[in-house]
């Protein structure tokens, strides 16, 4: 699971924020003081060129005064009418297309997906809710930025305005109305979707009867079979049964099969687990370099992603994660297999190939951090990328050879537990992230995580809708509809338009990029000296300075997207709906202001 | 401003400006005007004589460039002022996919109206606007004076006091004019202010109490209806049964008295009461082509 910014509690993120950050609440706080005084310069400028300087301030106080009066006399009536008036129009305009253009998409999309994937359910899934994501923001996007246009168009706005509506109320309405088309098309493709990945990915297999082996304990008695199932849906399990023919297909393509003795056979049941909301518990993770010297990071590989870093093998370097709270009421016990149980993700970074198919060995090791009791290493093969959960056994060896219980003497009296994670092999690497090991609690229900994952679709669409709408208040629909799509494509790559805006990209401003563009320079070599770079530089400067302005306000889509949690089947943390889901709030707000502002100040007839 | 009167502008001008703020036409030069409680006032001009402009500034449509239009004691760009007006605009501006109730009922939801007035309403309104039968269809299944009828009963939905009316009559076949015109004369007799604007002078004519004439932009005559049509010097004579020599006498009366005989002869009716008696006589009596040859003034 990436999680480059680290899910703060609801409360933390709306108050204080995160290390040198401030809350959410009052971020927004400011940029709103920030922004209304920018407006209220622009109006009075506006105003007073048009007007003189008496009668400009005369109407931006006037304006501000009716605004806040309008405010309290908004009627949930004349809202709740203007939003059936836009679902009716968006039923006119055929929204329901779109929900064709879905089920033909679920169409050919079982044609194309390949089963055989090493997780099909990671394919299926990321695909669906990907597509889903595109087309209701598509839709939104249509929706909101050409009705007000054409209302001025067709001059109906004459009939509305001329009423006691308040300019908020057609925002307001509006967007309400469009939201509510929204939810209704999003309820059916995320019921849709749900149904297609697990009738799509559900199959079952025939037990080998030609690969079974008994298997006897070393006692010589006999304690079952091992074998394998039958090749379908381009994959085989491996199979262990007990002595009365039951037992499982063990996970492979992320799923299993449970067997059970039906008549003289043993029947292979449908698959389990394609769909999990795993609910992981981070710890804090640091390293020991190769000399065993504490960093707050590992080395670089050269990655120009610097999500991860890596620990290199055969080395003391080590990554550390270090878990608060725990207690034996984590312990994961099944009668057979009694311990801590944890999810880890290894990204292999190979110098050398090594043998094909294997994976690279590794040690796990747990330590008291208090007393440096620490276990015996625990040995693994890390495959690339893949989730490797396992149990840490709660009965377990010292490095001194006696035995110990993981909960009494690995964890110190506060509650901490270190799980150090080594690679073995010289000369290959292991990369690592905060995010990439934790503990695993009970799977939450995949039904709940796919409402969750579809409310942060809506929430990206709510946010399109009244970027949409309030741009259609002041500008024609395809203009409005240009807008809002520069919104969402700078949206989606927020970090670098950020990353642009701060200076901190390879390439320059703007200016320079072009600059560079038609020069055929690259983006590393440095400009040669003199008034031209001044002047280009000098222009970016002002240029950044807008948009980092302009980023304040920028939604970061790709951090409101959640479809990698459902995808990689991890429970999408409670506080990060209640974060989307207020932040969506504040978009609604803010860009309702600035709609009832722009409406207000324009001429409807002309 | 007196609770008499209900528009009042003062030296209330536009100016049309393009992109860069330069001046395109002067749409409305300074018009000071008032409007009484109770009056029907008609914009009169030829098009582009800033009749539209007037009426769109007094209900905020536009903003002016200078002056300001006060409503009921309220500036103009005041939402709240429309609690109390009814506007009809010159093309009936109306979402098409609606029904008539649903038109109705839309509108009446704007002015906050509750379910069971806003149903009571719509009744009455259909009814009043003869669309009992066509209350279902959709609005872009109406023919252009239906459309006018539900734009009408539109503006009426709140029961206003002053309704604006940019072109009527425009559109309405004659009969349609008329029932138009005997509801503007209704609103007036139930005390409303109607404002009408037209360039069918003798829609004005029948209807308005006081006219107000533009032409470019600029308030050429303001007056009584009557007082402005009133020819001082020309006396008209109107009788019944005069016979030959009572025609001939009294050609020697204003001969006597050195008056000028201008015109003494049968009177003409207008095409638009010919029109009308057709319409009456064939509902009367269907089937049968009408006597219309020699009309009388019974």
């Known amino acids: 699971m990436i999680l480059e910014e680290q899910i703060l509690p609801y409360m933390q993120w709306l108050w204080s924020g995160g290390p040198g950050s401030i809350g959410a609440l009052p971020r927004f706080l400011l940029i709103a003081l920030g922004l209304g005084f920018l407006g209220l310069l622009l109006g009075f400028i506006v105003s007073a060129a048009r007007h003189g300087i008496l009668r400009g301030g005369d109407i931006v106080y006037r304006t501000i005064t009716n605004g806040v009066r309008e405010l309290w006399e908004t009627s949930p009536r004349r809202v709740w009418a203007l939003a059936q008036l836009a679902m009716k129009e968006a039923w006119r305009r055929r929204v329901v297309v779109a929900l064709m253009v879905f089920f033909i998409i679920l169409v050919f999309a079982s044609w194309f997906l390949r089963t055989d994937h090493q997780d099909p359910a990671k394919l299926y899934i990321s695909f669906v809710l990907t597509a889903t994501t595109y087309l209701v923001l598509g839709i939104a996007l249509l929706l909101s930025a050409f009705s007000l246009p054409a209302d001025f168009k067709n001059k109906t706005i004459y009939t509305i305005v001329t009423k006691p509506v308040r300019a908020g109320e057609i925002v307001m309405g509006r967007t309400l109305g469009f939201t509510l088309v929204g939810t209704i098309l999003l309820a059916i493709m995320g019921v849709s979707s749900y149904v297609f990945v697990n009738r799509s990915l559900d199959h079952t297999h025939e037990v080998d009867i030609n690969s079974l082996k008994k298997v006897q304990d070393a006692a010589g008695e006999y304690i079952g079979q091992d074998g394998r199932t039958s090749l379908d849906a381009n994959h085989r399990h491996e199979v262990e049964l007990n002595t009365d023919g039951e037992g499982k297909a063990e996970s492979n393509y992320g799923h299993y099969h449970q067997i059970v003795k039906r008549g003289d056979r043993s029947v292979v049941l449908g698959a389990e687990g394609i769909m999990r909301a795993r609910v992981p518990r981070w710890g804090k993770l640091t390293f020991l370099d190769r000399q065993g010297v504490p960093k707050q990071r590992g080395i670089s590989v050269g990655s120009e992603w610097t999500y991860r870093s890596f620990v290199d093998g055969n080395t003391q370097a080590t990554a550390i994660w270090t878990f608060d709270d725990i207690s034996p009421a984590l312990n994961y016990d099944d009668g057979e297999v009694s311990g801590l149980p944890i999810g880890l993700i290894v990204r292999v970074f190979r110098t050398h190939k090594g043998v094909i198919g294997r994976g690279i060995t590794g040690s796990i090791q747990v330590r008291n951090p208090e007393t440096g009791l620490a276990s015996e290493v625990i040995p693994f093969t890390a495959l690339d990328a893949k989730i490797d959960e396992r149990i840490i056994p709660q009965k377990l060896r010292g490095t001194d050879d006696k035995e110990y219980d993981l909960y009494k003497d690995f964890v110190s009296p506060n509650g901490q537990l270190e799980i150090r994670v080594q690679c073995l092999e010289g000369g290959q690497y292991f990369g690592f992230a905060q995010p990439d090991m934790y503990l695993r609690l009970p799977d939450a229900s995949p039904v709940v995580n796919w409402l969750k994952v579809y409310a942060s679709i809506w929430v990206q669409m709510v946010i399109v809708i009244a970027i949409g709408v309030t741009a259609s208040t002041l500008l024609s629909g395809p203009v409005a509809m240009l807008f809002t799509v520069s919104f969402i494509v700078l949206g989606f790559f927020r970090p670098f338009f950020v990353g642009v805006a701060a200076g901190t990209e390879y390439g320059g401003g703007p200016v320079e990029s072009f600059y560079r563009l038609i020069t055929q320079k690259n983006i590393i070599t440095k400009l040669d000296e003199g008034f031209t770079t001044s002047l280009i530089q000098g222009v970016d400067l002002v240029f950044r300075s807008l948009m980092l302005t302009m980023a304040q306000v920028l939604p970061d889509f790709a951090a409101l997207s959640t479809v990698a949690f459902a995808a990689l089947g991890f429970d999408v943390p409670a506080d990060k709906v209640y974060q989307d889901l207020t932040m969506c709030l504040a978009y609604v707000i803010g860009l309702s202001v600035v709609g009832y502002f722009l409406l207000r100040t324009r001429e409807v007839a002309r | ?298």
């Open chain 2, 1 to 298: 401003m007196s609770d008499d009167i209900v528009i009042q502008t003062r030296a209330l001008g536009k100016v049309y400006r393009d992109f860069w703020g330069r001046q395109k036409v002067r749409a409305l030069k300074p018009l000071d005007l008032e409007i009484q409680r109770g009056e029907v006032l008609g914009l009169l001009g030829p098009n582009g004589s800033g009749k539209t402009t007037t009426i769109k500034l007094i209900l905020g449509l536009l903003f002016p460039t200078e002056g300001e239009a006060l409503v009921f004691g309220k500036r103009a760009t005041d939402v709240s002022k429309n609690e109390r007006i009814g506007y009809l605009p010159e093309e009936s501006y109306l979402y098409r996919f609606l029904n008539a109730e649903e038109t109705l009922d839309f509108y009446g939801r704007l002015f906050d109206m509750s379910a069971e007035t806003r149903k009571q309403r719509v009744d009455e309104l259909i009814k009043m606007v003869g669309l009992d039968r066509a209350r279902k269809r959709q609005l872009q299944e109406y023919s252009k004076g239906m459309t006018r009828r539900i734009g009408l009963a539109q503006a009426l939905i709140n029961n206003p006091e002053l309704i604006l009316l940019d072109e009527p009559t425009s559109g309405l076949d004659p009969i349609g004019t008329r029932e138009m015109k005997d509801m503007i004369l209704r609103l007036k007799e139930e005390g409303k202010t109607v404002v009408m604007c037209s360039h069918l002078l003798a829609d004005v004519q029948d209807v308005c109490d006081r006219i107000a004439i533009l032409h470019q932009g600029e308030l050429k005559e303001l007056g009584r209806v009557d007082t402005l049509l009133t020819v001082a010097d020309v006396t008209q004579i109107r009788a019944r049964n005069l016979t030959a020599d009572c025609q001939n006498e009294i050609r020697q009366v204003i001969a006597r008295h050195h008056g000028e005989l201008m015109e003494m002869d049968n009177p003409s009716t207008t095409l638009e009461e010919l029109f009308l008696s057709i319409v009456r006589d064939s509902e009367a009596r269907p089937g049968r082509r009408a006597n219309v040859e020699q009309t009388t003034s019974a």
